[in-house]
């Protein structure tokens, strides 16, 4: 059985919790997508309704490569502090703040917490044996908890001494959070269980980010529907011309191999026939319709055209199992937003029909969230890296941490 907060009596005790707080920020710091905060909520609330108080962990950005021409900490910029009315709003519980997640007033701030209340910590990031998985600053951090819970699926794929390391020094009073459990879940139910036909969309810029998983899907998944920039790169490699489109020239030889693997593993691999293309890598772009194989030496294929968009659409449509990683165009430009929102049209219809759909973080999210289909499919993942790291057969440090 998977150890949960189910598992565990919070009753006195003080829960250290690592989150992912990780939000989007505007100039004036005002927080543009809460989703990473909700999606951390039960967690909380459950250890507060069993007694328990719960101290907050998270980073927030980069901050250690991107230090002050002085090269101080730009404090100002990645501060958790931007966090702490939103999560209180959200979890309808006063958050105590922190600015420091180790040190005297941190363990001072952390040691007074009564049961129902929460405290969040400074950015972790903001030291550089977080990224490290420097051990002892783990230990450091383990003394602000009596059970140490990981809801931060979003960074399980790294081996950071908040997400990994910590874990050693609760042997017994570990668990995943409600967030992680389900991620999980619900990526075991498509690399494990998949109700047939499973089709695996993916998209995005670069053939290379996606190999392993390409690979890994193939003799899984019944059709693999590539899409986006990296489709470029199988049409050189087969010859064609695709004009100013994305390429990766030194990946010709793997888009054919992977082609090859498709039709030896029983996998249909599906190809775009056509695209919109752009005459510039811009909104106000002329556009046209080309076919993949011969594009104009002065354009751009940007979005899947009308012809890719119904096949893509109908093999969707008869699917009973999808799983969906990275937009089809460039779907941030209006022009070229078509072939994602079709796709994400297609999957909410084919979800709404009884088939099971992860929607693989990252910009895939982004774009569903976008066109308003977060609730019309079955599952949106908080964690692109780790979900894709995943479904490559690779162990994540942070969930195997938790299961020694």
């Not at 931007?82 to 979890?91: D, F």
């Not at 002065?298 to 699917?319: H, N, T, Y």
């Amino acid at each position: 059985m998977m150890r949960t907060p189910d598992t565990i009596n919070f009753s006195g005790k003080r829960a250290l919790v690592r989150v992912d707080f990780n939000v989007p920020l505007d100039k004036s710091f005002s927080i543009t997508d809460d989703s990473r905060i909700r999606a951390a909520l039960p967690t909380i609330k459950k250890i507060l309704a069993g007694g328990g108080s719960v101290v907050l962990m998270s980073h927030l950005g980069r901050p250690l490569k991107k230090l002050k021409e002085d090269g101080s900490l730009d404090v100002q910029k990645f501060t958790l502090m931007h966090t702490v009315a939103r999560t209180s709003e959200l979890l309808g519980v006063p958050v105590q703040f922190v600015d420091d997640c180790i040190g005297e007033k941190a363990f001072h701030a952390s040691s007074v917490l009564k049961a129902g209340e929460v405290l969040l910590l400074e950015n972790l990031r903001f030291y550089k044996e977080e990224e490290k998985g420097d051990s002892a600053f783990a230990e450091k951090l383990a003394q602000h908890g009596h059970t140490y819970v990981n809801d931060a699926f979003g960074t399980a794929h790294r081996a950071h001494a908040s997400t990994a390391i910590i874990a050693q020094f609760f042997p017994n009073d570990k668990c995943f959070g409600y967030l992680m459990a389900a991620e999980l879940e619900n990526a075991k139910k498509v690399m494990d269980n998949a109700v047939r036909p499973f089709t695996a969309v993916m998209g995005g810029a670069k053939v290379s980010d996606k190999i392993l998983i390409i690979e890994n899907l193939i003799g899984r998944a019944d059709n693999i529907i590539i899409g986006g920039g990296m489709a470029y790169t199988f049409f050189k490699a087969m010859g064609g011309n695709i004009g100013n489109s994305l390429v990766e020239a030194d990946k010709l030889d793997l888009a054919l191999s992977l082609i090859e693997k498709a039709k030896a593993g029983n996998c249909r691999l599906l190809l775009p026939v056509d695209s919109v293309v752009g005459d510039k890598f811009e909104k106000d772009a002329a556009t046209e319709i080309a076919d993949n194989m011969s594009i104009s030496d002065a354009w751009m294929g940007l979005d899947i055209g009308p012809k890719a968009q119904e096949e893509f659409c109908r093999v969707i449509r008869d699917s009973k199992t999808i799983l969906w990683n990275g937009p089809m165009g460039v779907f941030e430009m209006e022009k070229f937003a078509n072939g994602t929102r079709a796709v994400a049209q297609a999957i909410a219809d084919a979800t709404a029909s009884g088939a099971y759909s992860l929607i693989g973080g990252g910009d895939s999210a982004a774009a569903v969230n976008q066109f308003g289909f977060a609730e019309k499919v079955s599952y949106v993942s908080t964690g692109g890296g780790a979900l894709l790291e995943y479904f490559e057969g690779k162990e994540l440090p942070g969930v195997a941490a938790i299961l020694r």
